[in-house]
Every structure is written in structure tokens, then in C-alpha cells.
């Protein structure tokens, strides 16, 4: 058997070598011609899955080692017979860490308290969800959007323009779907943007065309400067609606290391799991067991905690040299640079935190630290 894998795949040579001889890619060589005789292919979200990647090859498994699947042509493989698996929730709780430094350090910035504001959440799957339970256990109010789950009769959700005109606070966690009654591409248009509340801040970490930069840089004014993860024409960013947010990152939200190694796992299960396989290759003792633990003192605020865990300034300040960089082609090889070079950044239960008043214990267990008493 033998297995084509993307290079920047954590893990992934060593579990699927288990499985046959597992070879290495560089996203640009996985090409039809040069995977022609490969059983299985592991990528992430950057490669196209099409028929003029996969015709005449003998793949009969797809894996992406991500949630998203708008890279994906899952028509073509249906039809192909190629069974396809993704990383569904893989690095939920990343995003959702995501979300939670960046509410937390806008709260700061304006002198607000984060249970005083109310989060309005667009898309409430494995992300959103999840974000809005710990939300819930923090006591910040949250407005939910859903309409898939809320035609299943479920409680609770309310419409896109009762979430805008109620929310301080809007944070996007919808995948993209391009047609349908449930379509997302330009979701956040300017219809929506008119209506949110002066001073609201928008968190953007779901798919770059979710929302319409345009008319997000024509609301600009009545707006809280964005927290922008995502872009729609990623790596040839909107500079312009860069140079406005508080927070700027290279697609970077779900990828904390738990959330590749989870994306990793996820993927190679799946495949044992068509080909009859025994997983043999242990997650738990080789990769997650070995994570060390980091103990930090505490500051003056939760939201610096979060901030050296989840570190959205640094991240903000290392893509600044894209935004000074006047050659759009170098700009997108700086902007590939930064997500493939990211930082080794851990979820926040690898944390312990010593000294923490004891009136905000309580707070920073429920974000998932562990506190040192």
C-alpha cells in the first residue's frame, strides 16, 4: 500500500507508515502524474481535490487532515468511488481559544468586562458551539444563529438581524457553501453590515468570502476595528482592510498543535478504518503524552494570559511586513511563509497559572488553565 502525504502534515509519515510506505509531498508536487500510483492521499486545505488531480490515478482514499472541505470536489469522488474523509472538529477548540483571547482582549482595550458585552454566534457546529458553552459558563450573554439546526425544531436561535443589532460582539464560525438555501459566501454583505450596533467588534475566523471586505471596509467606520483570520482571496490579502483591524493573522485560528495532531489522528483512523487496518500507531502515548507543561505567573489581567498563550499581538506584529510590502506576489509568498512557519502554539489546558487572585480562579478554570493554588 502506498500512501502520498502532504509535507506539513504533523505526524503523518509516522502513523501511516504503519499502513505501507508513506511518502512525502511538497504541496506544489502533488500532482496527478506524480501520484499516479499511490492507494491513499493526505492532504490539508491547501490542495485542490478534483478530477484533474485524481483521474487515472489509483487513489482510492482521500483524507484532509482539516475541517473545512470547500477545497474539496466531493461530487467527483462520490462518482469516482474514491471514499473521502475530513478532520470535522479537529481544531475546534483552537478556534474557539481564538475567539475567547480576542473577546477578552478588545474587553481590556475598552475597559469593558467581557460578562457586561454580548457575543452574537454565526454558525453554532462544532466551533461555535463549543464557544458558546464556555461563554455560557463564564456568564456572557450569547445570541445564536443557525438555520440548519433551528429548521430541525431546536431552540434558541434567532435571526442574522436580530444577532446584529443586538450584539456588541459577533464572532463567525460557518463553513463556506457557495449555493443552496443555506448559502454563506458573502453572508456578511453590506444589508448585514448596516444593521449591526455603533461600536460593534466582528471576529473573522470561518472562510475568507463568508464575509464581503468591501463592504466590511465601507462599515468601517461605525465599527470596532476587526479581528480578521480568514481573507477572500487568501494569500493575496485585502491590505486595506488589513491596515483597519485591531488583530490581523494569517489563517492561523485552528492551528494550535493539538488541533494538527487531532486533524492527523482523525485522518488516519479513517483510513485504517477503509482498508481494513488496525491502527497501530499510538496518538496518545507517542505525541499527546509528550506535551510539556508550561506554568505561567500571574499578571494584571486574564486577557494577558491569554494573550501569551494565544498570542494574536505577536502574530499581528509579524504580519506587518506583508502590509509594508508593495509586490503582491512577494506579499503572498510572506503570507504562505507565515501560516507554514507558525509558532508551536498550545491549547490553553497545557497551562497551569500560579498566583492567580482568588477571585479569578474560577474564571480561568472554566477557560480551561489549570491553577495552581
Known amino acids: 500500500m502506498q500512501?502520498?502525504?502532504?509535507?506539513?502534515?504533523?505526524?503523518?509519515?509516522?502513523?501511516?507508515?504503519?499502513?505501507?510506505?508513506?511518502?512525502?509531498?511538497?504541496?506544489?508536487?502533488?500532482?496527478?502524474?506524480?501520484?499516479?500510483?499511490?492507494?491513499?492521499?493526505?492532504?490539508?486545505?491547501?490542495?485542490?481535490?478534483?478530477?484533474?488531480?485524481?483521474?487515472?490515478?489509483?487513489?482510492?482514499?482521500?483524507?484532509?487532515?482539516v475541517g473545512g472541505t470547500d477545497h474539496i470536489d466531493t461530487e467527483y469522488l462520490q462518482k469516482a468511488d474514491i471514499a473521502f474523509s475530513a478532520a470535522t472538529g479537529c481544531n475546534s477548540r483552537s478556534v474557539a481559544e481564538y475567539a475567547l483571547t480576542a473577546i477578552y482582549a478588545f474587553c481590556e482595550k475598552k475597559g469593558l468586562l467581557p460578562q457586561n458585552q454580548t457575543v452574537g454566534i454565526i454558525g453554532v457546529g462544532n466551533i461555535g458551539g463549543m464557544l458558546a458553552e464556555i461563554l455560557k459558563n463564564l456568564g456572557i450573554k450569547t445570541i445564536l444563529n443557525d438555520p440548519i439546526r433551528e429548521k430541525t425544531g431546536e431552540k434558541g436561535f434567532s435571526s442574522l438581524d436580530f444577532l446584529a443589532q443586538n450584539s456588541d460582539i459577533i464572532t463567525v464560525h460557518v463553513p463556506l457553501t457557495k449555493s443552496g438555501e443555506y448559502k454563506t459566501q458573502n453572508l456578511l454583505d453590506g444589508k448585514f453590515f448596516a444593521k449591526i450596533k455603533d461600536g460593534a467588534l466582528l471576529i473573522q475566523a470561518s472562510r475568507g468570502t463568508v464575509c464581503d471586505e468591501e463592504a466590511l471596509l465601507k462599515a468601517s467606520p461605525k465599527m470596532e476595528a476587526p479581528v480578521i483570520d480568514v481573507w477572500a482571496n487568501e494569500p493575496d490579502i485585502n491590505i486595506d482592510l488589513a491596515k483597519n483591524c485591531m488583530?490581523?493573522?494569517?489563517?492561523?485560528?485552528?492551528?494550535?498543535?493539538?488541533?494538527?495532531?487531532?486533524?492527523?489522528?482523525?485522518i488516519y483512523d479513517a483510513c485504517c478504518a477503509h482498508f481494513s487496518k488496525m491502527p497501530i500507531f499510538d496518538f496518545e502515548s507517542k505525541v499527546f503524552a509528550k506535551i510539556e507543561t508550561r506554568t505561567i505567573?500571574?499578571?494584571?489581567?486574564?486577557?494577558?494570559?491569554?494573550?501569551?498563550?494565544?498570542?494574536?499581538?505577536?502574530?499581528?506584529?509579524?504580519?506587518?511586513?506583508?502590509?509594508?510590502?508593495?509586490?503582491?506576489?512577494?506579499?503572498?509568498?510572506?503570507?504562505?511563509?507565515?501560516?507554514?512557519?507558525?509558532?508551536?502554539?498550545?491549547?490553553?489546558?497545557?497551562?497551569?497559572?500560579?498566583?492567580?487572585?482568588?477571585?479569578?480562579r474560577n474564571e480561568l478554570e472554566i477557560l480551561g488553565f489549570n491553577v495552581l493554588k
Open 3 to 65: 500512501i502520498a502525504i502532504d509535507k506539513n502534515i504533523l505526524f503523518a509519515k509516522e502513523a501511516f507508515e504503519t499502513l505501507g510506505e508513506a511518502q512525502l509531498f511538497e504541496q506544489k508536487d502533488l500532482t496527478c502524474e506524480n501520484i499516479r500510483d499511490f492507494d491513499a492521499l493526505i492532504v490539508r486545505s491547501t490542495t485542490k481535490i478534483d478530477e484533474n488531480l485524481l483521474s487515472g490515478t489509483n487513489i482510492k482514499f482521500v483524507g484532509s487532515a
Open 297 to 360: 505567573e500571574f499578571g494584571n489581567s486574564i486577557s494577558e494570559i491569554l494573550l501569551k498563550c494565544c498570542p494574536l499581538d505577536c502574530d499581528t506584529r509579524s504580519f506587518e511586513c506583508i502590509l509594508s510590502e508593495k509586490d503582491v506576489e512577494n506579499r503572498k509568498k510572506m503570507f504562505k511563509k507565515l501560516r507554514q512557519n507558525y509558532q508551536k502554539r498550545l491549547e490553553f489546558k497545557h497551562y497551569s497559572i500560579k498566583n492567580a487572585p482568588e477571585k479569578l
Open 247 to 266: 488583530f490581523h493573522t494569517p489563517h492561523i485560528a485552528g492551528h494550535s498543535f493539538d488541533g494538527k495532531i487531532n486533524g492527523t489522528k482523525m
